[in-house]
């Protein structure tokens, strides 16, 4: 989440922080069992939340580096994290793991820190791969955002330079992480394009049909990389790479992936799609006859809001439906990969930056987001110690309704969060995508009790 802020600058006065407590070297539990981390300030009671991952101190936002080790059974979840003060700056990785989702126990200390010449201002958001740089099990991978210049802001000139990707890598399950002599692994967006930003990498899989993109560089099935941002002037997007999966430094620039201009807004079910976007993630569904949509979840800023919608920041977590278009010369380099098909408003609370990763113990994506405490006053959140938490995990699914004729108060064709299929016989199959807490959060409620017949 770039912040208005020189890199000099991050540093909190000591007068705004309060204390924290130190820490030893075994994990910190965040689970079920622990009990409520409490301080009183002025007869005010803090208590951290029990069931939503947060950090042992200090500022959090962005979850990042999410994945499931076979190797070990664990999960592994980083959030980017000032340590050392409780307001954005410093920006390191923390990092968790677990076995199930629900019971985290994190590190005291980061995984990562700002502390080489390109990374030097922040670790910016990244993703996870389960094996070493050249696909082979026995390590873990971060690949990430360094960055050596600061402010970063959609609304100010983009300096070259000042964002690169970059690798490291764990042999000790996570606990140690050791950065690579060849980063930055790649020094600079495309050197065609004016972009608003390029940063948080994500890894997925294309899945164009035979006869589309067969050129050797996004073949089926191929591995490839996606960066947010956004062409200055132009329109949000995202910029897609290909990605050798036995040398995962090697990324090869393809071309955007969507040309939707700016602050399209189809209608007030898909939201207004901004001017820049972060922490895009690349997922594929197949819902249960075999049908397969590709979706990207992003991270949308400068939307254009009203006075009636009393929005408290200009952004919003939204996705997007888009359907690859067949391999054809590109006259410029904003001609992109895919075409708009529809989309939708992921999240209609705080919940922002959500990353994803696939889960292969049951076989979907899940998904986590930054929840802020944008309702806390700067200084009862300082005297709290700690800013911010993660979402409970959701899953994501290919959702299909067959023979639906009407909606219940709007017309079916001013919806825009969905695909319309027409049957034939004036009902029409529905597809949009659908979003669910996980199953495993139903170990939160194995105490639940029923209480009925009370008088209110």
Request: glycine content about 8%; some cysteine.
């Amino acid at each position: 989440m770039p912040v208005l802020a020189g890199c000099e600058g991050a540093a909190i006065p000591a007068n705004l922080v309060s204390q924290t407590q130190s820490y030893n070297s075994n994990l910190i539990e965040n689970s079920l069992s622990c009990e409520q981390q409490v301080t009183s300030s002025r007869h005010v009671l803090y208590s951290r939340p029990l069931f939503h991952l947060t950090a042992p101190r200090g500022w959090l936002n962005d979850p990042c580096g999410l994945g499931y080790d076979p190797a070990t059974g664990l999960y592994h979840l980083s959030f980017q994290w000032n340590p050392k003060g409780n307001d954005w700056g410093n920006i390191s990785w923390g990092h968790s793991v677990s076995q199930d989702l629900i019971s985290w126990k994190t590190s005291p200390e980061p995984c990562l820190t700002p502390s080489a010449e390109y990374d030097s201002c922040g670790i910016f958001t990244g993703c996870f791969r389960p094996s070493d740089i050249n696909g082979v099990a026995g390590a873990l991978t971060y690949i990430y955002t360094s960055v050596r210049r600061l402010p970063l802001h959609y609304t100010l000139p983009y300096e070259v330079g000042s964002e690169s990707l970059s690798i490291a890598v764990s042999r000790d399950n996570g606990v140690t992480w050791q950065r690579l002599d060849s980063n930055p692994i790649l020094p600079a967006p495309p050197p065609d394009l004016n972009v608003t930003a390029w940063r948080d990498p994500y890894i997925g899989v294309w899945t164009a049909k035979q006869g589309e993109h067969d050129n050797d560089i996004l073949p089926p099935l191929s591995l490839s990389g996606f960066l947010s941002g956004g062409i200055a002037g132009r329109t949000p997007t995202v910029f897609v790479y290909s990605v050798n999966p036995d040398d995962l430094r090697e990324w090869t620039y393809v071309g955007p992936l969507v040309n939707v201009g700016l602050n399209f807004r189809p209608s007030r079910w898909s939201g207004d799609l901004g001017v820049n976007w972060e922490t895009t993630n690349w997922v594929v569904l197949t819902d249960h006859e075999g049908t397969t949509k590709n979706f990207i979840i992003m991270g949308v800023e400068g939307c254009l809001v009203s006075e009636r919608e009393q929005k408290r920041v200009s952004r919003s977590q939204l996705w997007m439906a888009v359907d690859p278009r067949p391999e054809q010369p590109k006259s410029e380099p904003i001609d992109a990969l895919t075409d708009y098909a529809f989309s939708g408003i992921f999240d209609h609370g705080c919940a922002y930056a959500a990353n994803s990763f696939w889960d292969p113990v049951t076989s979907q994506y899940i998904v986590y987001c930054w929840i802020a405490e944008e309702d806390l006053p700067d200084g009862i959140r300082h005297r709290q110690g700690w800013s911010g938490v993660i979402s409970l995990p959701r899953s994501l699914k290919l959702t299909t309704l067959r023979n639906v004729t009407k909606t219940r108060h709007s017309n079916l064709s001013d919806v825009t969060s969905i695909e319309k299929e027409a049957n034939g016989e004036g009902s029409f199959t529905i597809r949009t995508l659908g979003v669910e807490p996980d199953q495993r959060l139903k170990k939160l409620r194995g105490e639940a009790q029923s209480i009925t017949n009370v008088a209110l």
